[in-house]
């Protein structure tokens, strides 16, 4: 199965946790450099999220913009059927999924029906396998 990489994002460590979309990030070992998380916990270094998740808010009738489920990467095919050790490949960067993206009371600030129309549908959490590389938007995406 492959995809692309389709917008990247980093989380500022301010009062708002401003989320900036980049065309390209770096990342290492501890994740994505200038991320508010960077460093905080090796098991969940990078989010990815599908757009297949924004595709099921809308026709749910929410409507919220790319990056408000706190990614880093939003790639075009959906990565949430990988188990945990399983591997991706994102342009020359290989990542190991961890686990699945637990829910978060943030969600409801957005609206009250995202946590469990989102249950198994917001994301999964991986690490990087190798690196530092960059990762740009474009980039191929192979699982």
């Given at each position: 199965?492959?995809g692309k990489v389709?917008?990247?994002?980093?989380?500022?460590?301010?009062?708002?946790?401003?989320?900036?979309?980049?065309?390209?990030?770096?990342?290492?070992?501890?994740?994505?450099?200038?991320?508010?998380?960077?460093?905080?916990?090796?098991?969940?270094?990078?989010?990815?999220?599908?757009?297949?998740?924004?595709?099921?808010?809308?026709?749910?009738?929410?409507?919220?913009?790319?990056?408000?489920?706190?990614?880093?990467?939003?790639?075009?095919?959906?990565?949430?059927?990988?188990?945990?050790?399983?591997?991706?490949?994102?342009?020359?960067?290989?990542?190991?999924?961890?686990?699945?993206?637990?829910?978060?009371?943030?969600?409801?600030?957005?609206?009250?029906?995202?946590?469990?129309?989102?249950?198994?549908?917001?994301?999964?959490?991986?690490?990087?396998?190798?690196?530092?590389?960059?990762?740009?938007?474009?980039?191929?995406?192979?699982?």
């Open positions: 199965m492959q389709v917008a990247l994002y980093i989380t500022k460590d301010d009062a708002n946790k401003t989320r900036e979309m980049h065309s390209e990030i770096d990342i290492d070992a501890y994740g994505v450099l200038g991320d508010k998380f960077y460093a905080k916990d090796l098991q969940r270094t990078i989010l990815i999220t599908a757009t297949e998740s924004y595709e099921l808010t809308k026709e749910n009738g929410i409507d919220i913009a790319k990056g408000s489920l706190g990614e880093n990467l939003l790639i075009d095919i959906n990565p949430y059927h990988l188990l945990p050790g399983e591997r991706l490949h994102v342009g020359d960067t290989l990542l190991e999924i961890t686990q699945n993206c637990t829910l978060c009371k943030g969600l409801s600030t957005l609206n009250s029906k995202l946590p469990k129309l989102l249950k198994n549908d917001r994301g999964i959490f991986a690490k990087v396998i190798n690196g530092p590389h960059s990762i740009q938007i474009g980039d191929s995406v192979k699982i």
